[in-house]
């Protein structure tokens, strides 16, 4: 099966009421994880690749890598997602090297630290979408800044993340500016801003709405029923990851994620896109520390690998089915690149607001 854009894969999720994970990945191991998961569970698949992880892996071995793994589960739906692009340089090498998605990230300069301006975002945002839907790629914005309500500052991850001291209005996406945002740039969906972050050090306690603004969401989709929101820094940390990484000399302190029931709370609120990257690390890392501890002598990658996959594709499996998005892939027929774009071109996938409720 071919891959599948962002927007095509989100629609058909908003139409059947679900949720898709967003897995980050750098290597094979995880890319094999996922789509185990996947073809266990009749799942479509967001992967999505940082800067870091293209810088890490490189253009094209990361995009060699999704083409095999294309062939080797072709009932899988699979779109290649660019995590958190900086600057249009950024995007158009990522869908020169076969992403049929995109992320612009204009919530920050393009040195992936200072925060925008709202003119900057939306002229660098509107710029990017107009030049992925010229040739069918999808694009997602973003909209506030990603940070902790508790602290007021952002967490960094591969380079990227706001830093100083934000503004609380800063770090909630603002409902009426978020219908602005989505008139004048046109993207397919839209990252906001409600006190998730980047790491594993998202909360200090369990999450409330407090520090966890899921009214932000609600509000968001209220205005913009027809669409199709992000949740960033969306990883759980499940407690018993937390407790093997640190019973194998591991030395995590204690944090918490977003729980899962609050990422079900958005599904129901218009969120299609759930991004996950700590919890998959921290799955493969805890076996990684289990297996040095109790193989002392073990010097085969391969020993550390393979139960580390295992552990990937059981927690990649679990938020499958947690999101509603098993049992959706064998139905999905993928719609080319090329009829994407005749799409854009003629107005029918620009976003509509004839639904759209008055503002309060």
């Known amino acids: ?24 990945i750098n290597n094979m191991e995880q ?30 071995m990361l995009s060699r890598m999704i083409d095999a793994l294309t062939e080797m589960y072709p009932q899988i739906p699979l779109c290649l997602h660019q995590d958190h692009g900086n ?11 076969g992403f049929t998605s995109v992320m612009m990230d204009g919530s920050l300069k393009a040195d992936a630290m200072t925060v925008a301006d709202y003119d900057y975002n939306v002229g660098i945002t509107r710029s990017v979408a107009t030049m992925a839907h010229w040739i069918g790629a999808s694009v997602e914005g973003e909209l506030g800044v990603l940070g902790s309500l508790e602290h007021g500052a952002g967490e960094k991850e591969d380079g990227h993340g706001a830093e100083g001291e934000i503004g609380h209005d800063q770090l909630l996406t603002d409902p009426d500016q978020a219908v602005d945002f989505v008139r004048a740039t046109k993207v397919d969906a839209l990252a906001i801003a409600m006190g998730t972050s980047h790491g594993a050090y998202k909360f200090t306690r369990k999450p409330d709405g407090e ?84 193989a002392r002598g073990e010097f085969d990658p391969r020993k ?55 503002a309060a």
């Open 1 to 24: 099966m071919a891959k599948i854009t962002l927007r095509q894969l989100l629609d058909d999720a908003a139409e059947r009421g679900y949720g898709v994970p967003a897995f980050n």
């Open 31 to 60: 890319g094999l994880a996922i789509m185990e998961a996947a073809a266990a569970v009749d799942a479509p698949v967001i992967m999505q690749a940082s800067r870091g992880a293209r810088g890490y892996a490189g253009d094209i």
């Open 87 to 97: 600057e249009e340089a950024t995007c158009a090498t990522a869908i020169q090297h």
């Open 211 to 294: 520090i966890l603004a899921m009214r932000v969401v609600e509000e968001i989709h209220r205005r913009l029923p027809d669409t199709h929101l992000v949740m960033h820094g969306s990883s759980s940390v499940p407690q018993a990851l937390q407790d093997m990484f640190n019973a194998f000399g591991g030395e995590m302190p204690q944090t918490w994620g977003v729980p899962v029931e609050e990422i079900a709370r958005g599904i129901k609120h218009g969120v299609r896109k759930v991004n996950i990257d700590t919890d998959c690390r921290l799955a493969m890392t805890a076996v990684f520390r289990k297996v040095s501890t109790q």
């Open 304 to 358: 550390f690998l393979k139960p580390a996959m295992d552990a990937m594709r059981e927690l990649c499996r679990e938020r499958f089915e947690q999101f509603g998005t098993a049992g959706n892939a064998s139905r999905i027929k993928v719609i080319p690149l090329a009829e994407m774009a005749k799409r854009y071109r003629s107005g029918a996938l620009d976003p509509e607001f004839k639904n759209m409720t008055a």
